[in-house]
């Protein structure tokens, strides 16, 4: 699909997800979900922040359909909703390592 073919309603969505992944703790505990299942206490110390503030961050995560949770008892785990931004950050993971420079010197 185009971006001539997206709604008004459809780029401002596409947007918000962008900005959702802008933040680099929300970024970071993607990317720490992308490829395995993540407990939210084992995301906050893996990460160094409070559990709070990391619930927070989950709370954004899954209600914009990119994390999906999976309680089990007290605990709740949490992975990809699908494929599709996993696969974008892989090209993305990409493409930062294909084309890094070294800072000059």
């Given at each position: 699909m185009s971006q001539a073919k997206l709604t008004p309603d459809q780029t401002s969505e596409l947007a918000d997800t962008?900005?959702?992944?802008?933040?680099p703790t929300r970024l970071s505990i993607v990317i720490?979900?992308?490829d395995d299942e993540r407990a939210a206490g084992d995301i906050a110390d893996h990460l160094g922040i409070s559990p709070s503030l990391t619930s927070h961050h989950l709370r954004l995560l899954r209600s914009a359909r990119i994390l999906k949770s999976d309680r089990r008892g007290k605990q709740v785990f949490y992975t990809m909703a699908d494929d599709c931004v996993h696969s974008v950050l892989d090209?993305?993971?990409e493409h930062l390592f294909t084309h890094s420079h070294p800072d000059p010197v």
């Open positions: 962008f900005g959702l992944l802008s933040d720490a979900c992308k090209v993305m993971i």
